[in-house]
């Protein structure tokens, strides 16, 4: 069973830090994810990684941050954007807070992909200087670039089949998939740490892009949902939460 801290006493968190430093903090978004996804789909699949990692590890996670950088999905009713600023802020006084008792190495599971990212790193950075702690970011993107060899993921997106095969493993209750519609726009350059050509680095669209989107599909997605498999779900998912625990049981 995953160890959540806000499930827990506080004797009882004393009484694991006499053994363990370790707590997962999971960081996802409220946003749009087409039709067939849910709003919170990247805080949801933070989630599951972190429970299913601590089930086998009995490493605590914290309470998951909710809302991430969205700004490119206003677009849609029920997103919502916070602004970097303040979300540097609400992470750096989370891990302030919790390193006071202790706790000193930080794993954040990052479920919002590239544009949670730079938020993200420059808390990390001055968490570790400023407070003398060790923090991780395990980036699910980024921890699966070999499993994109050989498995047939479609083109990096939004709401895409990565994402969908994954909720529709762990949340398949969650998801419409007969609402899905692929949509791949041309692209001279990529902003694209999966694309082997070369790449930009990554800037968040701006809504008005997102709604020439919307206007020309119907939706709100970038990618190929419609290819979505729970099966290719389990294995990103599996492969994920083993690299996770090994992740944790190197920095115990």
Known sequence: MARWLHEMRWPDVEEYLREDDRIMIPLGSTE?????????????????????????????????????????HMVAPGTVSVRPEVLIELLYDVIRSLSKHG????????????????????????????????????????????????????????????????????FPELVRIEEAKDYVP??????????????LCYIPSTEERMMEIRELTGDTIIGTPEKSDPSKGKVYHEHLVDRLVQLLQSIK
């Open 32 to 72: 749009q994810h087409g039709r067939h996804a849910p709003l919170g789909t990247d805080s949801l699949l933070a989630i599951a990684l972190a429970e299913d990692a601590s089930e086998r590890t009995g490493v605590l996670v914290a309470p998951p941050i909710w809302y991430g950088w969205s700004p490119h």
């Open 103 to 170: 706790f000193r190495k930080f794993v954040l599971i990052n479920g919002h992909r590239l544009a949670n990212l730079p938020w993200i790193q420059i808390t990390s950075e001055r968490a570790q200087r400023e407070l003398k702690i060790s923090v991780f970011i395990f980036d699910p993107l980024y921890m699966s670039l070999d499993l994109r060899k050989r498995v047939d993921f479609g083109p990096f997106g939004h709401g895409d089949d990565m994402e969908t095969s994954h909720l529709m493993y762990k």
């Open 186 to 199: 041309e692209r001279v350059v990529y902003a694209d740490p999966i694309e082997p050509k070369d790449t």
